[in-house]
């Protein structure tokens, strides 16, 4: 079973920047990919930011030149700096892992930007 940890969430103003922390624990034998997902209320889960062990990274449109997606694979964490928040990047955002093709999720963390 693989656990997945998520932190850094919370409030700021738009315009302002946060970083998101996920960190996978459990049997990890071997970490496919890891990214970030979101869900806003009312709108279907969508990807934000993944990144494969071998380092190619796939992003959203919406947040293409404002986030990076990064991976420390001896720590088995994967990070998200977000920067120019906008009002409509509020949304609780979801860490994910595939391993061994397998998919698994955090709990979620929330991020609210105030405009």
């Known amino acids: 079973q693989v656990q997945l940890v998520e932190s850094g969430g919370g409030l700021v103003q738009a315009g302002g920047s946060l970083r998101l922390s996920c960190a996978a624990s459990?049997?990890?034998?071997?970490?496919?990919?890891m990214g970030w997902f979101r869900q806003a209320p009312g709108k279907q889960r969508e990807l934000v930011a993944t990144?494969?062990?071998?380092?190619?990274?796939t992003y959203a449109e919406s947040v293409k030149g404002r986030c990076t997606i990064s991976r420390d694979n001896a720590k088995n964490t994967v990070y998200l700096q977000m920067n120019s928040l906008k009002s409509e990047d509020t949304a609780v955002y979801y860490c994910?892992?595939?391993?061994?093709?397998?998919?698994?999720w955090g709990q979620g963390t929330q991020v609210t930007v105030s405009s």
């Open positions: 990144m494969s062990t071998a380092g190619t990274t």
């Open positions: 994910n892992a595939i391993v061994v093709s397998r998919t698994y």
């Open positions: 459990g049997i990890i034998f071997s970490i496919d990919s």
